[in-house]
């Protein structure tokens, strides 16, 4: 793996129908490292991250990778290079985890090429190490909800690709898995250097494992840097209209983000009431 790839968007505007979601926004992912997009709902988060993908073509502006238009580059080759997690996907009907998996190795295949052991051996490990390798002769369809997040988690995986976007890798997990697919990504990341791209709800948690944060806010890019520049008290009330307040992570040493409350009444210990 790399981490030379440049991915960036040059005054993206971005929008569906009549409606603009994101309107000339500028950005650069740090190649090699992990990259959190957060912001309130309907702020452009899985838009900007489907035109990176350029599975959304911009209105205006564009996305470059390594120097060329990631709209004007060959399908099967950009995914040999970028890989996406869309939100919410959907699996053909009655197929296997296994077989759902290994569709994450057709960009490595040619059009008349065979299956090879590398490819046994991509989908092998990517079961590992998502835990689903009990579940590779079942169905999709007959997994639960956070079973079925860690199989699409794996397909990506198996895809093998430098850069990976991800949007809500952590949907229908509950807290123990959140964090163990977080720690997988970012064992991804330190062990292979793969440039990695998601958008995650929980700030607390974007904190704790980005290397750079992006908030969203109005259509655009309000701020970007390390968290404990970013996650700032005006930050969470620009970009959420929340009042909270900021202190450090015992855990991680990160910003830590506590919510105050529109009813939130200090309360006192009883004897103290007394």
């Not at 000339?24 to 035109?51: E, F, H, M, Q």
């Not at 699996?91 to 008349?112: C, M, N, Y």
């Amino acid at each position: 793996m790399t981490t030379s790839h440049s991915l960036t968007a040059e005054h993206l505007t971005l929008g569906y129908g009549d409606r603009t979601v994101v309107e000339s926004l500028d950005l650069a992912v740090p190649p090699g490292k992990i990259t959190v997009i957060v912001g309130a709902n309907a702020c452009g988060k899985s838009t900007l991250l489907r035109s990176l993908s350029r599975l959304l073509s911009p209105r205006g502006g564009r996305v470059v990778l390594d120097g060329r238009e990631v709209h004007r580059m060959p399908a099967k080759e950009l995914a040999r290079t970028l890989g996406l997690l869309p939100q919410s996907p959907v699996a053909p009907e009655g197929i296997t985890v296994l077989d759902l998996v290994g569709r994450g190795r057709h960009p490595h295949q040619g059009l008349f090429s065979r299956w090879k052991h590398e490819d046994d051996v991509a989908v092998a490990a990517a079961l590992e190490a998502t835990r689903t390798t009990e579940l590779a002769d079942r169905s999709v369809d007959e997994l639960s909800g956070g079973q079925r997040q860690r199989v699409w988690i794996a397909m990506a995986l198996a895809q093998q690709t430098d850069l990976l976007l991800l949007d809500e890798p952590t949907t229908f997990l509950d807290a123990s898995h959140q964090v163990e697919v977080l720690d997988l990504l970012t064992d991804l990341n330190r062990d292979r250097g793969t440039t990695i791209v998601m958008v995650l709800h929980d700030l607390n948690l974007a904190a704790r494992y980005a290397d750079h944060l992006i908030a969203l806010a109005g259509g655009g890019l309000h701020a970007a840097g390390p968290p404990a520049e970013v996650l700032t008290e005006d930050t969470v009330r620009t970009v959420f209209d929340l009042e909270s307040r900021i202190i450090e992570d015992p855990v991680s040493g990160r910003p830590l983000m506590l919510p105050i409350g529109r009813h939130h009444v200090l309360s006192r210990p009883a004897a103290a009431r007394d």
